[in-house]
């Protein structure tokens, strides 16, 4: 089983900083990709980072420069630090993990339950 708990969302200011943390619990199952997406009422959920098992990143244009994520293998941790925040990063943020089934080329994809995040101007 598989399961990805997130933390560290919340109201900051215009120009301030959150990081958020998604911790995967797993048994037979390996992580490989790890990314998050942000979701508002008025959208569909988009990504906004993701990272490769190896650390390759990519990010969303609106993020790009602004946040950053990061993973720690031995944890099975998944951050992201965002910088310089603005109103329109307002949104529930989402982890999710591509997990690798043990001994198999079997692939899934599992969500976290969410994190409100909301910037004040």
């Known amino acids: 089983q598989v399961q990805l708990v997130e933390s560290g969302g919340g109201l900051v200011q215009a120009g301030g900083s959150l990081r958020l943390s998604c911790a995967a619990s797993?048994?037979?199952?390996?992580?490989?990709?790890m990314a998050w997406y942000h979701q508002t009422p008025e959208k569909q959920r988009e990504s906004v980072a993701e990272?490769?098992?190896?650390?390759?990143?990519n990010y969303a244009d609106s993020v790009r420069g602004r946040f950053t994520i990061s993973r720690d293998n031995a944890k099975n941790t998944v951050y992201l630090q965002m910088n310089s925040l603005k109103p329109e990063d307002t949104a529930v943020y989402y982890c999710n993990a591509r997990v690798r089934e043990s001994g198999t080329s079997y692939l899934f994809l599992y969500w976290g339950q969410g994190t409100q995040v909301t910037v004040s101007s």
């Open positions: 990272i490769t098992s190896v650390g390759s990143t």
């Open positions: 797993l048994s037979g199952f390996s992580i490989d990709e």
